[in-house]
């Protein structure tokens, strides 16, 4: 999901998804969307330096991301991301 109506969007999301299935949220570094992420009890964040955008979350009802990838590979590769991000702000 991404745009301003992210949070009714993954409500709706919850209720059309099959107890396997996994949402994902763009730009999750905004804390003020995280209310509807209480809905998934699995989720996995990847935050990085920007305040008000970047970032992602990925939710599962039943599914753990975890089991969709893997999460230690991945967090190394964001943090890698984010080091090289930081020099190339303008």
């Given at each position: 999901m991404d745009g301003r109506a992210r949070g009714p969007c993954l409500e709706k999301a919850?209720?059309?998804?099959?107890?396997?299935?996994?949402?994902?949220v763009h730009d999750a570094n905004r804390e003020f969307l995280e209310a509807?992420?209480?809905l998934f009890p699995r989720q996995a964040i990847f935050r990085d330096y920007r305040r008000f955008?970047?970032?992602?979350?990925i939710g599962g009802k039943l599914r753990?991301?975890?089991?969709?990838?893997?999460l230690?590979?991945?967090?190394?590769i964001w943090k890698i991301y984010n080091s090289l991000g930081r020099g190339f702000r303008l």
């Amino acid at each position: 999901m991404d745009g301003r109506a992210r949070g009714p969007c993954l409500e709706k999301a919850y209720s059309l998804l099959s107890p396997r299935g996994v949402a994902l949220v763009h730009d999750a570094n905004r804390e003020f969307l995280e209310a509807p992420w209480d809905l998934f009890p699995r989720q996995a964040i990847f935050r990085d330096y920007r305040r008000f955008s970047g970032g992602l979350w990925i939710g599962g009802k039943l599914r753990d991301p975890a089991n969709l990838l893997d999460l230690g590979k991945h967090r190394r590769i964001w943090k890698i991301y984010n080091s090289l991000g930081r020099g190339f702000r303008l």
